[in-house]
């Protein structure tokens, strides 16, 4: 592939599997998401804690946590529904992380998708469910959905782009990325195209309810892109609770071997 969108860093496996086969990648971290908590109009919670939502997803709740009251005793007793992404998504890897301590660390009795609006769906249709989707998806449905804040112990904090951009809402707050091949960048449409992206992912970022990156972020990014600057910032692993100045400060390396 010459490019591929990404909602979580490039793994320390996929960095092997690409120096081994001879594919160096340019990364580009394009904008900000805050993951979203969300249930039904109808649901009386307004913020739900890490702890809880522990609860909600590990393994070990799977076949047995079947009711809102199982996981928290100050909660209804009624049925709990659940919705999420599909095993396969990067949102998916990146909740696990961030709430059970271990990708793709999840029970796996709720309703999976990989599409999001399956997931906005299913929750806006029955109010005995929860779920979690970007914050895009979650801002284009607020007419349909709650989100819950999230308390992490230092007070419960909403989704919203101001809080991811100010770096309020980190227990859940990720960059997403393009990654491009560097080699196909010598083809003309191919570094056009990647070009014209980063001139306008700001704005692009900002109506799809993302949150932008500051412009002198995307200039570097262009820079990169026509100096062919390979590598990750990342280390092969998820940027957990990163605020942006901190992405933005982050020096390429590539793997060894």
Not at 117 to 141: F, K, S, T
């Amino acid at each position: 592939a010459e490019i591929a969108e990404a909602s979580r860093p490039i793994l320390t496996r996929e960095m092997i599997a690409c120096f081994r086969a001879g594919v160096r990648y340019v990364e580009i971290p394009v904008a900000f998401d805050g993951i979203s908590v969300i249930v039904h109009p109808s649901n009386s919670l307004q913020s739900v804690t890490i702890s809880q939502l522990q609860a909600l997803w590990e393994p070990e709740s799977g076949g047995f946590v079947s009711t809102w009251r199982q996981a928290d005793r100050a909660w209804p007793d009624s049925p709990l529904v659940l919705f999420g992404p599909g095993a396969e998504s990067g949102t998916f890897e990146y909740f696990t992380n961030a709430v059970l301590g271990e990708t793709a660390r999840s029970r796996t009795d709720y309703a999976a998708s990989e599409h999001d609006d399956e997931i906005v769906n299913g929750i806006a249709g029955d109010r005995n469910a929860l779920g979690y989707v970007g914050l895009a998806h979650y801002l284009r449905n607020q007419d349909r959905l709650k989100a819950l804040a999230i308390d992490s112990g230092a007070g419960a904090i909403a989704p919203s782009a101001d809080n991811v951009r100010s770096g309020a809402y980190a227990p859940l707050s990720r960059p997403i990325f393009l990654y491009v091949n560097a080699a196909a960048l010598d083809r003309a449409e191919i570094a056009q195209f990647v070009e014209h992206y980063v001139r306008n992912a700001a704005a692009a970022a900002d109506a799809a309810g993302y949150v932008s990156l500051p412009a002198d972020a995307y200039a570097s990014y262009l820079e990169r892109v026509q100096s062919r600057r390979v590598g990750s910032a990342f280390s092969g692993a998820m940027a957990m609770s990163a605020s942006i100045d901190e992405v933005l400060a982050r020096p390429l390396i590539e793997p060894a071997s």
